[in-house]
C-alpha cells in the first residue's frame, strides 16, 4: 500500500469551473499536509500547506484536511488554463522529517 | 531572497563515469531532500540531511549512490560507474526546520542526468 494515493487523471475541468483534487494517505500519525504544482519540464512548486482540520483558504485555492477520514483536498476555483498542471500531494511522516509524494493528478483546464 | 539552486542543470555522461550533483539549499534552511523523477513519473526519495548528518538514507537506490553535506550548507550527490537507469532528473529540496509546522519544502529547478 502506497503512503499517499492520487488518481492520476487527467482531470478535465472548463474554464471557470472548481477543480477538485483528492488525495489519500495511510499514516495516522501524520502531521503536515502540503500541495504542490508542477508545470511540465520544472520542478514543484508549494501552492498550500495545511497542519490541523478544516479549510484553509488561499486566493482561489483552499485546503481541506480531514485527518478522522485521512484524506487532504485541493479546491481550485475559477480555474484558468494556466493552472492545468500536475498537482502532488505530500505528507511528513510520524516525526515529520520524511516527506511521502504521492504520484499526482494531472489537471487541464480547458477554455 | 534566493531559492534552491542546482548545478549543473543538465548533465549528459557515459556509461560507467561517475557524476557529481550539487545543490546550494536556501539560507538558513537546516534541512535539504534529494529526490529523483523519471520521466512522467512521481517523486522518489533519495536522502534526507539535517545539518551534515543524514538520518535518512533509506531511498539511496545502491552502493553506487552517496551524499554528503558540510558546513549545514551546500551538498553533493555523486552516482559512481553510472548506468543508463539512472537517467532522470534529480531535485533538490530544503525547508526551515525539517519538522512541525513551518517544514515546507522548496524546490530546487533540478539537473537532469542523461547516460548514454
Known amino acids: 500500500q502506497k503512503e499517499v494515493e492520487q488518481n492520476s487523471g487527467p482531470l478535465s475541468v472548463p474554464e471557470g469551473a472548481i477543480a477538485s483534487l483528492n488525495c489519500t494517505y495511510s499514516?495516522?500519525?501524520?502531521?503536515?499536509f502540503f500541495w504542490y504544482r508542477q508545470y511540465s519540464g520544472k520542478s514543484p512548486e508549494l501552492i498550500m500547506s495545511i497542519y490541523s482540520n478544516g479549510d484553509k483558504e488561499d486566493g482561489r485555492f483552499t485546503a481541506q484536511l480531514n485527518k478522522a477520514s485521512q484524506y487532504v483536498s485541493l479546491l481550485i476555483r475559477d480555474s484558468q488554463p494556466s493552472d492545468s498542471a500536475t498537482y502532488l500531494c505530500?505528507?511528513?511522516?510520524?516525526?515529520?522529517?520524511?516527506?511521502?509524494f504521492g504520484s499526482g493528478t494531472k489537471l487541464n483546464v480547458k477554455p | 531572497g534566493a531559492g534552491v539552486s542546482q548545478s549543473p542543470s543538465n548533465k549528459v555522461t557515459e556509461k560507467g563515469k561517475d557524476v557529481e550533483l550539487r545543490c546550494d539549499p536556501i539560507?538558513?534552511?537546516?534541512?535539504l531532500y534529494w529526490y529523483r523523477q523519471s520521466l512522467g513519473q512521481g517523486l522518489e526519495f533519495l536522502i534526507y540531511f539535517q545539518g551534515n548528518s543524514a538520518p535518512d538514507k533509506s531511498g539511496l537506490p545502491s552502493d553506487r549512490f552517496s551524499a554528503e553535506r558540510t558546513g549545514g550548507s551546500v551538498s553533493t550527490l555523486t552516482i559512481q560507474r553510472t548506468q543508463q537507469e539512472d537517467s532522470a532528473v534529480y531535485l533538490c529540496?530544503?525547508?526551515?526546520?525539517?519538522?512541525?509546522?513551518?517544514?515546507?519544502?522548496?524546490f530546487g529547478p533540478g539537473t537532469r542526468l542523461t547516460v548514454l
Open positions: 529540496a530544503s525547508s526551515y526546520q525539517g519538522g512541525g509546522s513551518g517544514n515546507e519544502q522548496f
Open positions: 539560507s538558513g534552511h537546516t534541512a
Open positions: 505530500a505528507v511528513t511522516g510520524v516525526g515529520f522529517n520524511k516527506f511521502y
Open positions: 499514516d495516522r500519525g501524520s502531521q503536515s
